[in-house]
């Protein structure tokens, strides 16, 4: 396996500052557990669509027992004026026992061959994390694939389209205790291989002890752009702040560049004080190609649902000034 290699030296300290790429949304955050139509814990890492003309989030819930189960919350602009499911949508299947703890942290895609929505989602149960596949076409009814891969394994997401009559999957298993962001391919959704890291950890740096995607690939003239979170563990738990990757347009499992910094990390009250201070996590991203403006859903502090907002291609001119990067698994 050809080593990652980072150059420390040779950092520009004068560039701009990649923190000013996305700009918090001044209502934050957009849903809180007390605006649940019923009692719950926490609400956070929401999938994101366009549907119907609006925006849909299957938001993580986390009921008072300590488990999880999804549910749609709707709002016009994306903003303000949410209409939250007054049930939950997705609870666990007792006929899948992979599900037995709960449902979390979805990210759905459009598969355009297929015509419907592929949801991956992690089912928790004694046998560890692993990563579901259902799919839909109206958040009413959903077809489930079961577990893709096995445990232990989050994060992940299809690729909207297939390549080579491939379907792709970002993951994160977490392997040797290594948690690296791996890509994998199927023919079928069923039979996985192909299995390779994509990006994998940097040792000393702020991503060094785990990274994970966070909403699925935005696909963009350039490349497909991938919205990564990465942890450094420090004295007073984790911290979870957010970076950018650049993929291959037809050869996604090649990385073109990656961010040297983080681009988003906890700042706010309500990333700093929840149930798990200092966490933001992004899960899903609405792109409005009219202004190409992108909408980033994350989860702050494992406690609400926030929002930021970034111009797209501001992201992409950073993302391609940063560091072009080998493969770490060829
Ligand atoms: C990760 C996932 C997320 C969670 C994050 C921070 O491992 O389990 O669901 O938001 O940790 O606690």
Redesign the pocket.
């Known amino acids: 396996m050809e080593k990652f290699v980072v150059e420390t030296e040779n950092h520009n300290f004068k560039r701009f500052n990649p923190r000013s790429l996305l700009r918090r949304y001044e209502g934050n955050p957009v849903l809180r557990p007390e605006e649940w139509p019923y009692p719950v814990n926490a609400v956070?890492?929401p999938g994101a669509v366009q549907f119907d003309g609006e925006t849909l989030l299957l938001v993580?819930v986390e009921d008072l027992r300590g488990f999880s189960h999804l549910t749609v919350a709707r709002s016009r602009d994306g903003k303000k004026g949410w209409r939250i499911d007054p049930e939950p949508t997705l609870i666990p299947d007792e006929r899948y026992q992979e599900e037995q703890w709960g449902l979390?942290?979805p990210r759905i895609v459009w598969l355009e061959d297929r015509e419907e929505y592929a949801i991956t989602y992690?089912s928790f149960s004694k046998g560890g994390?692993v990563v579901s596949l259902m799919t839909t076409r109206d958040f009413l009814s959903f077809r489930r694939f079961g577990a893709l891969l096995p445990p232990e394994d989050?994060?992940a997401s299809l690729f909207p389209c297939r390549f080579n009559g491939r379907y792709a999957l970002i993951h994160r298993p977490i392997i040797r205790g290594e948690a690296h962001i791996w890509l994998s391919l199927s023919p079928d959704l069923v039979h996985w291989g192909h299995h390779r890291i994509l990006i994998p950890v940097r040792p000393g740096w702020w991503d060094c002890h785990?990274v994970?995607l966070g909403p699925p690939p935005i696909k963009t003239d350039e490349g497909w752009l991938v919205i990564y979170h990465g942890v450094r563990l420090t004295a007073s738990g984790?911290l979870?702040r957010v970076g950018l990757a650049l993929l291959d347009l037809d050869e996604p499992w090649k990385i073109i560049n990656r961010s040297d910094e983080w681009v988003f990390s906890p700042s706010e009250r309500y990333e700093q004080v929840g149930?798990?201070p200092g966490?933001t996590?992004p899960t899903g991203a609405i792109v409005d190609e009219k202004i190409n403006q992108v909408r980033i859903y994350y989860?702050a502090a494992?406690s609400t649902v926030a929002l930021t907002i970034g111009d797209l291609r501001a992201l992409l001119e950073y993302v391609k000034s940063s560091s072009r990067v080998q493969p770490a698994y060829p």
């Open positions: 956070f890492n993580r979390e942290d992690v994390p989050k994060d785990r994970g984790a979870y149930d798990v966490v996590f989860g494992d």
